[in-house]
């Protein structure tokens, strides 16, 4: 899902970058005045590191082309909305340099796709439907996060003028209902996994 330099106008892009500071600004601002900073920033650093690793891993798929994890919606449920945003700010930065994937211009627009878009989706969802079912509720978290995620893409690259809705829909929307679905039944795990554990996680302040 990342996209890379040249496929979005600049001043399109200047657009998604502008959204990306100011997430960046409110956390800033709400990790400041949270009560747990050091805890906080503790567990993001550490899954910051996670999803550097394993987002970057290439998964064979039936697709015939390689499939990555996000690990934003697990970050977005363990940790808060605006943590999401800051993982995947940074785990993008370093893919860019490091493996190449993405790009500096549009480094807003992934952003705003898998970042902004994913763990705000993600993170409401799971909050919205945990008491009705905790393994429900963060497959669908997960999954709608995926999924919203790619829409917020397609319109992206509608407005960029670079791919028409039906080829978008053909190609972007069947993969990522597949990746949606695998990524979230290993949340499930994962997260339930971390809860028993360590179910001090659970009652972590998010941010």
Known sequence: ???????IPLWQA??????TIA???????????TEEKDKVMVNTSILEAVTVVASSISIPSPFGVPLHLFLIPLVAILQGPLSGVVVAFTCFIIQFFL???G???SL???IVTMGIVMSFTTYYFYQFTRELDERLSIFS?????????TVAQVLILLAAGVATLEVLLATLVPFYLFVGVIEGIINIFIILSIFK?????????QI
């Open 1 to 7: 899902m990342h996209l890379s330099d040249g496929l």
């Open 14 to 19: 200047l657009i998604y970058w502008i959204l």
């Open 23 to 33: 997430m960046l600004a409110v956390y800033t601002y709400k990790i400041s005045k």
């Open 99 to 101: 493996l190449g994937m």
């Open 103 to 105: 790009g500096i211009t």
């Open 108 to 110: 807003g627009a992934n």
């Open 141 to 149: 978290g997960t999954f709608l996060g995926i999924i919203m995620a």
């Open 197 to 205: 554990l360590k179910p001090e996680m659970a009652k972590v302040e």
